[in-house]
């Protein structure tokens, strides 16, 4: 059983397929966003001099990633290859990852250029130029080896034609550079202008997948507009750098950012429900719900380190009182006072 890299593609068995289907989650949107979050929430010094600076950068280019995708494949509407949003499932693979497989290693929309391989061009490009951990050569070797990795399993999945592989790297070049000139001084990136980049870039995405009449692709714009504004508003606001936050900090961020952020993708892509048969389920409607739910997902990603920072100090000073009253209250007499003593 095999599947063809396009339609006039040499075969290859469905393990390789299987393998370029788990591989080219290293370049999708949800492994890309996690990745970036975790990344601001838990770095420290060893990774960059101001990691929560550097982390907030390379969320904000990541949304850029998806304005310009976006925006471009808007543009072109260009079909992917025949065969794209089919897969084959192999004969080993257990019923319970049938959707999963199918969802990983097929296509829908737009194929020119590939998103996988702008996103990946960016984010591994801005992690290799902005971090501080090893030489600078080896973190664009290792960003050079992902950025290659990512777009072959696209053309072994059958869901995007060469020239959709190669112009997408060649955007995502172009993007970097374009944020680092926009959103760094010297050595020290700066994440508000990172953001409000991204807010203008998912702005001018929307207007041309508008006129484009593509709706679904106005939505994902949004979310880059929205995102970019809400990291853009906390980042001014949000104060000194806090310390990274623990496991527990983890845990909760997650929830509550895949809470909020998760809505915002769930209604681009599957709609609004009907609320007393008031809301139908269109485009503008859409935006109403898209626009500040993705303003917050990212405001709360950004917020959320300073959160857990004044948790931990908070905590710290009831210690302390608690500390300070145990003290006083050893050092206070038992209760009897110096004239009740009663000498012999």
């Known amino acids: 059983m095999v599947r063809t890299i396009t339609a006039g593609g040499a075969a290859l068995p469905d393990w390789v397929v299987a393998v370029a289907a788990l591989l080219t989650q290293l370049g999708d949107a949800w492994f890309l966003y996690l990745g970036l979050a975790l990344l601001y929430w838990i770095a420290d010094d060893r990774l960059a001099a101001n990691p929560r600076r550097v982390g907030a950068t390379v ?34 693979l257990p019923d319970l990852l049938s959707g999963v497989y199918v969802d990983a290693a097929t296509g829908d929309g737009f194929g020119f250029p590939s998103g996988h391989a702008i996103g990946a061009t960016m984010v591994y490009g801005a992690l290799a130029t902005f971090l501080d951990v090893g030489a600078r050569r080896q973190r664009l070797r290792v960003a050079g080896l992902l950025i290659s990795v990512i777009a072959l399993t696209r053309l072994a999945l059958g869901v995007h034609y060469l020239a959709d592989v190669v112009a997408g790297v060649a955007v995502g070049v172009a993007g970097l550079w374009l944020f680092g000139r926009v959103a760094r001084s010297g050595f020290r990136p700066n994440p508000d202008r990172a953001f409000f980049l991204a807010a203008v870039l998912g702005a001018a995405a ?54 909020v952020f998760g809505s915002a993708s769930l209604v681009a892509s599957a709609g609004l429900p009907y609320v007393f048969g008031v809301v139908p389920d269109t485009t503008p409607f859409r935006l109403l719900a898209v626009a500040p739910l993705s303003f917050a997902g990212v405001a709360l990603v950004v917020v959320w380190p300073t959160i857990v920072d004044r948790a931990r100090t908070a905590r710290g000073d009831e210690a302390e009182e608690s500390s300070v009253g145990d003290l006083i209250t050893e050092a206070e007499p038992d209760g009897e006072s110096p004239g009740s003593e009663r000498s012999d």
Do not use: C, D, N
């Not at 969320?59 to 471009?72: E, F, K, N």
């Not at 929307?206 to 979310?223: K, N, Q, S, Y």
């Not at 949000?238 to 997650?254: H, M, N, Q, S």
């Open 59 to 92: 969320v904000a280019v990541g949304l850029g990633a998806l304005a310009v995708t976006v925006g471009l494949k808007s543009l072109f509407a260009l079909p992917r290859p025949p065969g794209a949003g089919e897969a084959t499932l192999p004969p080993w």
């Open 206 to 259: 929307a207007a041309i997948a508008a006129a484009g009449g593509h709706g679904g692709e106005v939505l994902e714009a949004v979310i880059a507009l929205g995102g970019g504004l809400g990291g853009y508003a906390v980042w001014r606001i949000r104060g000194t750098e806090p310390a990274p936050v623990g496991v527990p900090g983890v845990v909760g961020g997650l929830a509550v950012v895949a809470a």
